[in-house]
């Protein structure tokens, strides 16, 4: 094992329940299963990038209660150091509550404990000894920016989600910012849509070049785009898979970009990370959707 990820993020543990349709406002649903699984975005990054090779170390804070035993538990399983997060007891652990029907989810996050994170968390992890430093938006963005602040060398990747807007102070740290579609349209102020073209959504992640350096858009099964410096677009299509859960496949790809750049795996890191994510689809959960390393190098040689 090689390279060094750190993920500064969110715990969260999702409540889902599975639904023949998503709800619409005002509708009750019956379901069909419900799970209590593993989940946060930083917990889903730090647990992909461990599986696929790399030594993780999170960053977060989770309750002093049974879920955040439990998260702290499945770092450990998944061999991520988990000495920088800290249990708090002034809030409860975060939580998603997620409906899942036919592949397509939908969420709403209690960030709870994820909000208490502070510039001390993981004071004790040399950051800039570090190759790759990993954040999302489910935990303050201030504390954020103070991180990536330190960072050093190490290639800063922020995934701006969910969707919300980001001070540039903040996207002038970030070495490569990781969007999907409703992402990119938050910060970018450009009207897009799952199907927009490429060359729209090209157009608005170079305007987002201004204040960090490169830009990956997720587009789902769709596949990913690459837009770094002058250099033309890099467009990869998706895999064909059959989709179980699409939860925590934006975060398996950013957790596989970040351990391809770490350990220096040999070719595109799009490429691995886009492959990853069509993987993740395939299975119930986030966390326990991340595949191995095995698996991706698989389904890229078929
Ligand atoms: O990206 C998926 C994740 O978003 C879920 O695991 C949920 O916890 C929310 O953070």
């Given at each position: 094992m090689s390279g060094r990820v750190i993920v500064a993020g969110s715990l969260n543990m999702d409540l889902i329940a599975e639904a023949p349709s998503l709800p619409r406002a005002g509708e009750t649903v019956m379901g069909t299963a419900f799970h209590t699984l593993p989940g946060g975005k930083g917990l889903n990054q730090a647990v992909a990038a461990a599986r696929l090779g790399s030594a993780v170390s999170m960053i977060g804070c989770v309750g002093r209660d049974a879920f955040g035993a439990r998260l702290l538990e499945v770092l450990r399983t998944d061999a991520v150091?988990?000495?920088?997060v800290r249990q708090t007891a002034d809030a409860p652990t975060g939580i998603a509550q997620i409906v899942v029907s036919q592949g397509e989810n939908c969420i709403v996050v209690v960030p709870g404990a994820n909000?208490?994170?502070?510039?001390?968390?993981?004071?004790?992890?040399a950051i800039a000894s570090s190759d790759v430093v990993v954040a999302q938006l489910e935990t303050p963005m201030a504390v954020t920016e103070r991180l990536f602040a330190r960072a050093g060398d190490a290639t800063t990747i922020l995934n701006?989600?969910?969707a919300a807007s980001v001070p540039d102070s903040l996207l002038a740290l970030t070495d490569l910012l990781v969007v999907n579609e409703t992402e990119l349209a938050t910060l970018s102020g450009a009207t897009l849509h799952?199907?927009?073209?490429l060359a729209d959504i090209v157009t608005a992640a170079r305007s987002l070049q201004r204040s960090c350096k490169a830009v990956i858009v997720t587009l789902g099964r769709r596949g990913a785009v690459l837009v770094d410096g002058d250099r033309p677009p890099h467009a990869i299509d998706g895999h064909a898979v059959t989709a179980?859960?699409?939860?925590?496949a934006g975060d398996c790809f950013v957790g596989a970009y970040a351990a391809a750049l770490a350990t220096k795996r040999p070719g595109s890191p799009l490429a691995f990370a886009n492959a990853a994510a069509a993987l993740a689809?395939?299975?119930?959960?986030a966390a326990p959707s991340m595949p191995r390393r095995a698996e991706v190098e698989a389904l890229m040689r078929a």
């Open positions: 150091d988990a000495s920088g909000m208490k994170l502070t510039d001390d968390d993981g004071a004790s992890i701006a989600a969910p799952d199907d927009s073209a179980i859960d699409s939860t925590g689809v395939t299975k119930r959960g």
